[in-house]
């Protein structure tokens, strides 16, 4: 083998196991569409001459498609990535062209329950891509989970930014937003179709050193903090001056640059396992169909159960930090706590972040304004998850800080965030709350999934952290639609009778309400200040989680998992090179 064959080399790196962490890197880039709704909402609202409480469920069924991952779920345990990914290629494609078609009148003005369909499908797709590249990704890289996981979720906290640059570059300053729900369609279809047959399961070398390889995903970190890093300078810089449509594809270049940047890294890596003369770092390919789940059903296990009896011990659930089976961590109290959490605080952001934009045109905020607040949401995000990741996990380990508390603290530092958008008139508040409520809304996902995850076991994850996820869309129903929505088309049809001089258009409020602006901070001031209250509910019951696993987190929660003196020396070698490496999971 030639040290120096530029196609074998090639190939080598593209059928790495890096390679296709990278592939997973640029999919879930592409996937986080969802997190802009609000910068395309009002395009929505004004084609289809909607009113807030009718756009806000419609919101709602993008919380649903995007929360709910049972379908890909079970799609990914029967085939492989690549039909995984399709699938969701496919629904992002039809759901979003279809919301385009609608709102510039292409086709029939759509029901609202179609609507409703289309969004709820193309949202869906996020979950399609979540599940084919972290499902890919962690079996890959089976040591190094944690800091994977971290990476991956952090592109899709950037995504959003990424998106809003792309559509400056595309179509300007004041381009029309209905763009961007086309570019929303065919984007993300476009990088899981490329990239469909390089997420595939691959075998971990034996000869892998697993400090090493989390040197490697160090390095990608440092460029995704320079890229966040980068994306909020041009945001503030964006807010500030008037961009030419040439310094638009400028900075939408370096964008992509620093994107695509993590390649050298990956290359790097590869060549010198390359020079080395050692095989594949991916080894060779896994069957693509995941284990079959019957097997360890059916092997001899001490603490299993019979049908008939398992029923009965739905109610005698293990000690804490055991595997719990699904219905009895359902029954549990602690998931109780959870849920009940979820709907509370994460309802209250996934609020914020869904109305940002009419919350800035009643402010008074022009378009460039709003991509403005929602590129810094979109960053925040991607800095909550990457904080609560490892800050939790550096906490826990030295201080034994149980995870529950940090999440109570959020919470806590979420209601700031509402209280700025309630009282919006403050100058640059609404600013302030957009970087609040994205960090929040990102810090709530790993926090939320690692408590799960400790709480119940890894047996039952993968339907576990699904059940408590499908939680969101409740609190986003009932504080979105319930209360939001409703409250702003009040205020708003208050306004256009006082404007009219007469209480006799109220009575035809069905037909002109729809059409009816709010304007000012009254629009979400009662509906934000209800929320932070809510929120300071659910911050009280998180409060109960600490006190019953109070105990739990103070003893050591990894023990369980450390399969012998070998394994225990890896684990205090994570912790001596970098604290804030995610816990290893088993």
């Known amino acids: 083998m030639s040290s120096w064959d530029p196609i074998n080399l090639a190939v080598h790196v593209a059928r790495g196991r890096w390679f296709t962490l990278f592939a997973s890197f640029l999919i879930m880039t592409a996937s986080g569409a969802t997190y802009i709704f609000s910068a395309y909402s009002a395009a929505i609202k004004s084609s289809l001459a909607y009113d807030q409480r009718t756009l806000n469920t419609i919101s709602f069924f993008k919380d649903l498609g995007s929360s709910v991952g049972v379908l890909p779920g079970l799609v990914n345990e029967v085939a492989p990535p690549s039909v995984v990914l399709a699938t969701g290629a496919a629904m992002n494609f039809f759901g979003y062209l279809m919301i385009y078609l609608a709102i510039t009148g292409r086709t029939p003005r759509p029901r609202l329950w179609q609507m409703c369909l289309y969004i709820c499908v193309g949202a869906n797709s996020q979950a399609f891509a979540n599940t084919g590249a972290l499902v890919a990704c962690v079996r890959n890289f089976p040591d190094s989970r944690g800091a994977v996981l971290g990476l991956l979720k952090g592109f899709v906290g950037l995504s959003g930014a990424i998106f809003t640059q792309l559509y400056l570059a595309f179509y300007g300053h004041g381009g029309d937003p209905r763009s961007l729900v086309l570019l929303v369609a065919w984007l993300p279809a476009a990088v899981s179709l490329v990239f469909l047959h390089t997420i595939r399961y691959m075998k971990p070398p034996p000869h892998r050193h697993q400090s090493h390889e989390f040197k490697v995903l160090c390095s990608l970190l440092y460029i995704t903090l ?60 896994l069957e693509s169909k995941p284990i079959d789940p019957k097997a360890s059903i059916t092997s ?38 959870i849920v009940i959490a979820t709907i509370c605080g994460v309802g209250g952001t996934l609020t914020a972040i869904d109305n940002m934009g009419q919350i800035g045109q009643s402010l008074g905020y022009d378009a460039q304004s709003v991509a403005t607040l929602v590129s810094l949401i979109s960053i925040w995000n991607y800095a909550g998850r990457v904080v609560a990741g490892f800050a939790s996990e550096i906490l826990l380990v030295k201080y034994r800080l149980p995870r529950p508390l940090l999440l109570t603290l959020v919470f806590l530092l979420s209601c700031a965030g509402h209280l700025l958008i309630a009282f919006g008139s403050i100058p640059a508040s609404l600013y302030a709350a957009s970087v609040i409520t994205g960090f929040c809304f990102g810090a709530q996902v790993p926090l939320f999934f690692a408590i799960i995850s400790e709480v119940f076991g890894l047996k039952h994850y993968s339907t576990l952290h699904n059940f408590g996820g499908a939680a969101s869309p409740i609190g986003s129903y009932i504080l979105n639609v319930k209360v939001a929505g409703q409250l702003y088309d009040r205020t708003a049809v208050r306004q256009n009778a006082i404007g009219n001089m007469s209480n006799s258009s109220f009575a035809s409020s069905s037909s002109e309400s729809s059409l009816a602006t709010c304007v000012g901070e009254e629009c979400f001031k009662l509906a934000f200040i209800i929320i932070t209250a809510v929120t300071m509910a659910g911050a009280a019951v998180m409060l109960v989680l600490v006190w019953r696993t109070w105990e739990f987190y103070r003893g050591d929660i990894y023990s369980r998992h450390r399969g012998g003196g070998e394994a225990k020396k890896e684990l205090e070698e994570k912790e001596e090179m970098v604290p804030m490496l995610e816990q290893r999971l088993d």
Request: net charge positive; aromatic share 8%.
């Open 226 to 285: 320079a890229l966040a890093g980068f994306l909020m300078a041009v945001i503030i810089l964006q807010s500030r001056f008037e961009f030419s449509q040439r310094a638009y594809t400028a900075g939408s270049v370096v964008v992509l640059i620093l994107l695509f940047l993590p390649l050298v890294v990956v290359a790097r890596e590869e060549a010198s396992n390359w020079k080395r003369g050692k095989p594949p770092i991916g080894g060779p390919p």
């Open 300 to 337: 001899p296990k001490k603490n299993s159960v019979t049908s008939s009896s398992a029923l009965a011990d739905v109610f005698r659930a293990p000690k804490r930090g055991e595997d719990y089976s699904i219905l009895q961590a359902i029954a549990s109290v602690d998931m109780l706590i």
